[in-house]
């Protein structure tokens, strides 16, 4: 297992850090966070020219063709400036289109996703905030050449300006992952009502209720019944993917932390000298690496398609808390500077406590760690 970077995954990671720099500065970051939509679509249109929409998929499908690992290179670094949007989202519900899809479900959805044209999310989470199958209790019930749904579904991310929503339901009674279906619902379709969530992040979580929403039998993903392998796919893909932005974040994190003690004099002395501060940013750095080597491994054997749940949720589980930790040590050492709305470090801090819960909290993937190791 080598988990250099190639010479062309390095360029990808400048490509992308230089353009972030410039198209989204912290001052747009927080123009975004008290906006309607939360997203730029001048830069999402910027980005699609790039390709980032359609990085993982193929070039059949008007996609990049690159492998899931140069997502998380994308990823991290759209961690490490805050990128606000739905980038993240679509990207994670494009794969359930390309393993599950049928061919005319691929030439309709993949090539608009990957010009940009098409914002894609998916509503999973419900009332009770289990991750596991028994949380599924919105009902898709046939009806002719369509199913109806109905049911509501909890933080979805920024379903309130997406075109369409992976629907995660539950067509066979029992709370068993037999019997759930995905759908994939035209956001504009009748019954379909969307409220953004306040949340510390901003990150525009929304609840979706589904009251009697008509959906052709076309847009089922996969066969009937049969949804719940599509979801544990985009669960593990998209806790590495998590992971990433959270590593990002980190770096940025230590990176102002150390600048700000090189510079911040107290009793003569930059405070970076005082051996008590040294050793907590020396855990912070450890921490950090940590969490980047936890992810780079799972994203190599995601991309080599080996069986990796154990290692993603290794990573997602450590990341959460490394993250935690890191950005309230940053809080701490900035002091009370850091506790400003203009100051950036609180942005990374309100952030992770957000990425805990998307895709699988800390507790679900340590439950899912245990049970990989053979302790359950």
Excluded at 108 to 115: D, G
Excluded at 170 to 198: H, M, N, Q, W, Y
Excluded at 216 to 236: A, F, Q, S
Excluded at 268 to 284: S, T, Y
Aim: aromatic letters at 8%.
């Amino acid at each position: 297992m080598d988990l250099r970077f190639s010479e062309a995954q390095e360029i990808l990671r400048k490509m992308v850090r230089d353009f972030l720099a410039t198209e989204c500065p912290k001052t747009l970051v927080r123009e975004l966070e008290q906006s309607e939509k939360g997203y730029s679509p001048e830069l999402w249109k910027k980005m699609a020219e790039l390709g980032w929409m359609g990085l993982v998929i193929p070039e059949e499908y008007e996609g990049m063709g690159y492998t899931f690992q140069d997502l998380t290179i994308l990823l991290e670094e759209a961690g490490r400036n805050i990128l606000p949007g739905p980038l993240l989202t679509t990207v994670i519900s494009t794969f359930p289109i390309l393993e599950a899809g049928t061919e005319e479900q691929k030439k309709e959805f993949l090539p608009k996703i990957a010009l940009g044209e098409l914002i894609i999310t998916t509503a999973q989470l419900e009332a009770d905030g289990t991750f596991d199958a028994s949380g599924i209790a919105v009902k898709a019930t046939a009806k002719g050449e369509d199913f109806i749904i109905n049911g509501t579904k909890l933080f979805v991310e920024m379903a309130h300006v997406a075109d369409y929503i992976i629907c995660v339901t539950r067509t066979k009674e029992g709370a068993t992952e037999k019997g759930i279906t995905l759908f994939i619902v035209d956001a504009k379709t009748p019954g379909v009502k969307c409220e953004v969530i306040p949340t510390i992040a901003a990150d525009k979580l929304c609840e979706v209720r589904f009251d009697n929403v008509a959906v052709p039998k076309k847009n089922m993903l996969g066969k009937l019944d049969e949804g719940w392998p599509l979801v544990e796919t985009m669960m593990r893909k998209g806790a590495i993917a998590k992971s990433a932005e959270s590593v990002g974040a980190m770096q940025t994190c230590v990176e102002m932390t150390v600048a700000y003690c090189k510079e911040r004099v107290q009793y003569e002395r930059p405070i970076g000298a005082f051996q008590a501060l040294q050793h907590i940013m020396a855990n912070m750095w450890t921490s950090m690496e940590t969490s980047r080597y936890l992810l780079y491994e799972a994203a190599w054997m995601e991309s080599e398609g080996q069986p990796c749940a154990k290692e993603a949720s290794f990573a997602k589980a450590y990341t959460n808390e490394a993250y935690r930790d890191v950005s309230q040590w940053a809080i701490r050492l900035h002091g009370g500077i850091a506790t400003s709305y203009d100051h950036d470090i609180p942005l990374y801090y309100r952030r992770s406590k957000a990425a805990d819960t998307a895709f699988g909290s800390t507790d679900f993937h340590r439950e899912l760690a245990a049970q990989q190791i053979g302790l359950k």
